[in-house]
């Protein structure tokens, strides 16, 4: 095995903290007025402005930073019905569906393919898990199978792991993040969406209690329909117009790789580790150890409602003390309308990656794959995911704010199901049919005294 130079505090230095992105054109003027105006460019806002477009209204997205820089284009890029909570699996259908047609719909690449995924364990309370689930899918004909042990290390075909099972789901698949969103964004700008980059949305105008503008930093936007789909910042935005968003988030770190033997066709996941081959490649490997739990004003606010999750997740989390307490999507923050806002003050989340599980990682990867024994990495990188209390994004009209709508909160899972999420926001706003039973997704459910149903599989 050749000897591979390890020193992540200079791979930071050397190649950044910010993954490939593909760039998107900017409209330099800002619209005056706008049927509905959309914050926030990641994939859920790109998503919801393309369908938006493609029913006839005149849509402004406004983005701080850049198209798809935040978690958007930081993830995994997995596209899965498998281990899905039951509430999600069918926008998680529907969102496979739109995937397979949106590359030959908008003509662009989304890197979008149904490779497959495939779950390992040598954990027996993992299997119940996946057994228990595996029973429910069933019922709803998702295409997926138990493994024994002998399934499982013929699919994970020149790993050394000590497989006693897995389960395999053979048309899910995995999109590029580098991709994904700036592609839905051209395509929304081709049907007449307007896009302005580096443009804080700092809050909303009201007219006889409603929505009537968009206050940006570079003017404001008329409009009596907003969807607010700001990622981690949501609840920082809602809570400025009186609104209480029960948000928390989590630091992930991963890296990717230079490009390697291919030992998966797509998506393998083990306990210590998982792998997603990438379109140049390479893989991007996940590092469950890695998480980390920052204490910050947000999640204390909201610390009743995220106890029960918190609790069945804490071995796995690191908490820490740092400098989220003061600044970032969870800090304490107040501004006027006409000042700059704490959107603008960091253009783009981008949080520290914990360094201290690489080596441990790359040791387990290497030990479990001797096929990749000489592998390097190319970038580390973390990012920020937002969740809800009951792990269910928000998908809404926000009750309070007529005008005001909510796409955020996806959780940890919101890249693969961005399209049928967008769409939904889409239908809702336009008053159409939603392909799918919006009722999981209501706001409501998390400020009205509803028991938090625990999450499902995830
Ligand atoms: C390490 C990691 C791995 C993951 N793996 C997967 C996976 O394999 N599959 C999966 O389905 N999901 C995965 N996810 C989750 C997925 O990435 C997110 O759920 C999804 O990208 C959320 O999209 P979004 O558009 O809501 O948020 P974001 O992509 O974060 O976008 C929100 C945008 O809003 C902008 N914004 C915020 N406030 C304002 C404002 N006031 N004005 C203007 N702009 C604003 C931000 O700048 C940002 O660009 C993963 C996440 C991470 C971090």
């Known amino acids: 095995m050749n000897a ?8 930071l230095r050397h190649s950044g903290t910010r993954p490939p992105l593909e760039a998107v054109p900017d409209d ?12 926030g460019g990641g994939i859920i806002g790109v998503s919801a402005a393309y369908y938006l477009a493609k029913k006839g209204y005149g849509v402004a997205l406004v983005e701080k930073g850049q198209i798809g820089a935040e978690q958007s284009s930081r993830n995994w890029g997995w596209c899965r019905q498998q281990n899905r909570d039951a509430r999600e699996l069918p926008l998680a259908r529907q969102s496979l569906g739109l995937w397979g047609g949106l590359q030959s719909e908008i003509g662009d690449d989304l890197g979008f393919r149904r490779c497959g995924l495939i779950y390992v364990t040598t954990d027996p309370a993992d299997m119940a898990q996946w057994e228990r689930w595996g029973a429910f899918a069933r019922q709803q004909q998702v295409d997926t199978r138990m493994l024994g042990a002998a399934e499982a290390r013929a699919l994970a075909a020149g790993s050394t792991g000590a497989w006693i099972g897995g389960v395999h789901s053979p048309t899910d698949g995995v999109a590029d993040p580098s991709r994904a969103a700036p592609a839905l964004a051209r395509a929304a700008r081709r049907l007449g969406v307007t896009l302005h980059q580096r443009c804080a949305a700092r809050g909303v105008e009201r007219m006889a209690g409603a929505v009537s503008g968009v206050v940006t930093e570079r003017g404001t936007i008329r409009t009596a329909t907003v969807l607010c789909a700001g990622g981690a910042w949501a609840s920082m935005f809602c809570r400025r117009h009186g609104i209480a968003f029960p948000q928390a988030g989590v630091r992930s770190t991963v890296f990717r790789t230079r ?12 306990p210590r580790f998982s792998l997603t081959r990438r379109l140049d490649g390479g893989y991007t490997v996940s590092m469950p150890a890695a998480a980390q739990l920052d204490i910050t004003p947000q999640g204390l606010r909201y610390a009743r409602q995220f106890w029960p999750s918190f609790r069945a997740r804490r071995k796995a989390l690191h908490i820490r003390l740092g400098r989220s307490f003061l600044e970032g999507p969870e800090a304490l923050a107040n501004w006027q309308l006409d000042a700059v806002s704490p959107f603008e003050r960091m253009r783009v989340l981008d949080p520290a990656p914990n360094l201290s599980a690489i080596a441990a990682t790359l040791a387990e990867m ?10 390097e990495i190319a970038q580390i990188w973390a990012g920020w995911i937002d969740s809800t209390p009951d792990m269910v994004p928000v998908i809404s009209a926000v009750d309070g704010l007529p005008g005001l709508h909510l796409a955020a909160g996806f959780s940890g899972h919101g890249f693969g199901i961005g399209p049928a999420a967008g769409q939904l926001a889409a239908d809702l706003i336009a008053g159409d049919r939603p392909a799918v039973d919006p009722r999981p997704f209501r706001y409501a459910r998390l400020v009205d005294g509803s028991p938090i149903e625990p999450p499902g599989a995830f």
Do not use: K, M, T, W
């Open 366 to 375: 290497r030990a479990c794959y001797p096929g990749l024994g000489d592998i």
């Open 4 to 11: 591979i130079p390890l020193d992540p505090a200079s791979l």
């Open 259 to 270: 490009p390697a033997r291919d030992v998966v066709a797509g998506g393998f996941y083990s």
């Open 28 to 39: 330099e003027h800002l619209p005056a007025q706008a049927d509905i105006v959309v914050i």
